[in-house]
């Protein structure tokens, strides 16, 4: 759940927007990522499904589950980025998009013979989400090459505005497949997607020959590097509070939100993929409007009030039942969406300016081992707290958390800085 250096309010995009489209290889990853999202939204319903269901997981094991699919951020999450960044971004991109489609085929292919067990599960969790890890710090560092930091926002809206559309389209279509193959088999589709994702990023013609090879590197010093320039800029302090705070309560929602609709509440999965989709319609229209909103109210306030303005509807679905409720429950998914796509783009366009070219790769991984580390503590106590006091209650204790989410980018510089700072010179960089 988790993203500005340009403040022209309308000229801008509309002058960036033609140039954009007509980059041949930023089209090229478009593509690719659009159809791996929409995979990515079937499998983020279908396994969890095929562990209550299929699997006959408790709510423990469900919790869990979501566990192991964020825990990777906490075991190489930090060292991935200094790794990432001896190597060419596109080979690691290919590279972790094939290795995941492996890993989600192998969960038909052991339905299919009788042996799918939760243990599989959780390793193809672990397996994805390792992937997941190494693909996300080269992707977010390989956009700013791919396209220039001036591009960086309008990059960053088309990429997240594709992405909503396959969140739309993807669990509706997850929910069908689901009803009609099972869940098991309903995952091949996100296996392909992968496959297909790796195919147009090797078609990307621009390519940069691997960082030069220094004597002297030293992992350790590399991540101390990374730590020192997120932890010793006020501004990146605050987003890692609010995000990795807000992640927190969000892996207790998802460690029992679809164990509430599948298994006491008894909706079919179809149902299910609507009442998710709902969320990516409010994200698209998030992602449209987000360079017209962070010039409207400055791009610092634009990053709290996106988060303020979506915690009311976390209070919805502790207290949804088989009834009109679950349409209430779409519309407050919606609401959520639109906040939460308006924080991200905001957010992550800033540091990716922010960051000198040298250290993006460990800066995007020293941001996701501190913003995507909770996730998997969320999923564990999410996971006990249903069991201990209810799926209900536990929604509840995780509304209440990320209603507060906002607190340390508003007590932070951020609450009034209409323009924030953007790299470039290597002495405006470290004071800013």
Known sequence: MSRVTDTEPA?????????????LDFRRLWIGETVSQFGTMISQLALPLVAILVVHATTLEVGLLEAF?????????????????????????????????????SIPLAKLLG??????????????????????VAYQSYLPQLVGREQLVAGNSRLQAS????????????????????????????????VWSAGWVTAIIQ????????????????????????????LLRAIAMCTGSSNLFSGIT??????????????????????????????LAGALGATRFAARFGQGPAIWIS?????????????????????LLAVAEVGFGVG????????????????????????????????????PLGGVIGGALGTLIGVRATLLVAAIGGALAFLPVFLSPLRRMRELPSYSEPGDCAAA
């Open 69 to 105: 699919q964020t825990v990777p951020f906490l075991l190489v999450g930090l060292p991935a980025g200094a790794w990432v960044e001896r190597m060419r971004f596109r080979s690691v991109l290919i590279v972790n998009d094939l290795i995941r489609a492996a890993a989600l085929g």
């Open 307 to 327: 988060m303020v303005a979506s915690a009311p509807f976390l209070f919805v679905a502790p207290f949804v039942q088989r009834n009109w409720t679950l349409g």
């Open 11 to 23: 000229a801008e995009p509309r002058l960036q927007r033609p140039g954009l489209w007509r980059h």
């Open 163 to 194: 992405e909503s559309v396959s969140q739309i389209a993807g669990p509706s279509a997850a929910g069908l497949l689901i009803q009609a193959l099972t869940a098991p088999y309903a995952v091949l589709a996100d296996a392909l997607s992968f």
């Open 207 to 234: 390519s940069r020959p691997p960082p030069a090879r220094k004597a002297d590197r030293h992992l350790g010093r590399e991540i101390r590097e990374g730590l020192r320039f997120v932890l010793g800029s006020p």
């Open 115 to 136: 042996v799918l067990t939760i243990g599989q599960l959780f390793g193809v969790a672990l397996i994805t989400g390792v992937g997941t890890v190494f693909f996300d």
């Open 254 to 283: 998802n460690a029992v939100f679809y164990v509430l609709l599948a298994r006491q509440l008894h909706i079919a999965p179809g149902i299910i993929g609507l009442i998710t989709s709902a969320a990516a319609v409010g994200g």
């Open 340 to 375: 939460v796509v308006l924080y991200n783009i905001t957010q992550v366009s800033f540091r990716q300016g922010l960051c000198p070219p040298e250290l993006l790769g460990r800066m995007n991984a020293t941001m996701r081992f501190l913003v995507w580390g909770t996730l």
